[in-house]
């Protein structure tokens, strides 16, 4: 399997936090590749460097076979890299379809074009019926399917999705599981950081486990979920 992202002693200092401390991570073409840990262990501060929205203390940060270290985001999304955010934040005042053209533009700058080409994706995620709402009317599920139309309408090779599942109840998870599975299907490559256990178990294909800033582990998630380490940091004897 071809590297799309190769990550090699990442470091992310705040102070005298290392919040990422020497994180090597791989992510092939048409993987899915699950980063899990406890809440603090550095995860979205991995996807925000790797994502260029911070500078790392150290470390490369390879995709596509060319570093992207130093990169502004738009830059690196352009490249094929778009992620989501923990904390959904979307235009509130504009619509649903507004919002994706924002993503769409970074591809194309014609208006219909990038009107077309945000129908098409808001269709896809399933909220084709929401387009002309306020994305501030939307239910928590539909903004979390609107910020993934919003990096899908960037057209990623690579997507980093920061727990779109949080908050959902079971039938809306499912919901996203098969969402993903179709994302997939379409040859695009996803890592993603999720608390919803048997979710990110039945989607990953490799697992990578981060404690206090450090990789403790990585692997298929059937050995992951019997690590010790993984069980005595994060699962708990129940996994
Ligand atoms: N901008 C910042 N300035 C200072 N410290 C930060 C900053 N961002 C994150 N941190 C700290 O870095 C550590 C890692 O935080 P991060 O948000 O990456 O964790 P996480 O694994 O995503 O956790 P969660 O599962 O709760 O989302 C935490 O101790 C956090 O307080
Ligand atoms: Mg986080």
Do not use: W
């Not at 979710?199 to 990789?215: C, D, F, I, P």
């Amino acid at each position: 399997m071809s590297d799309l992202l190769r990550v090699r002693g990442l470091t992310k200092r705040f102070g005298g936090l290392v919040a990422v401390n020497r994180l090597d991570l791989d992510v092939g073409a048409g993987e899915i590749v699950g980063l899990i840990g406890p809440n603090g262990a550095g995860k979205t501060t991995a996807f925000h460097v790797i994502s260029g929205f911070h500078v790392p203390s150290a470390g490369e940060i390879v995709f596509k076979g060319a570093s992207v270290v130093g990169q502004k985001p738009h830059a690196i999304c352009r490249r094929g890299l778009a992620r989501t955010f923990q904390i959904v934040q979307p235009f509130a005042g504009l619509t649903a379809l507004e919002n994706v053209m924002i993503g769409a533009f970074n591809r194309t700058g014609d208006v219909a074009e990038g009107r077309a080409h945000a129908r098409e994706v808001l269709d896809f995620v399933g909220l084709g019926s929401h387009r002309d709402a306020p994305a501030r009317t939307l239910t928590l599920a539909d903004r979390k399917r609107l910020e993934m139309a919003r990096a899908l309408a960037t057209q990623p090779e690579l997507l980093l999705l920061d727990e779109v599942m949080s908050g959902l109840n079971p039938t809306e998870i499912d919901q996203i599981v098969g969402l993903l599975r179709t994302i997939h299907a379409r040859g695009v490559a996803i890592l993603l950081i999720e608390h919803v256990m048997r979710a990110v178990m039945a989607l990953s294909h490799r697992l990578v486990v981060l404690h206090h800033g450090e990789k403790i582990a990585q692997g298929p998630p059937g050995e992951v979920a019997r690590d010790r380490r993984v069980i005595d940091a994060y699962l708990g004897e129940s996994a």
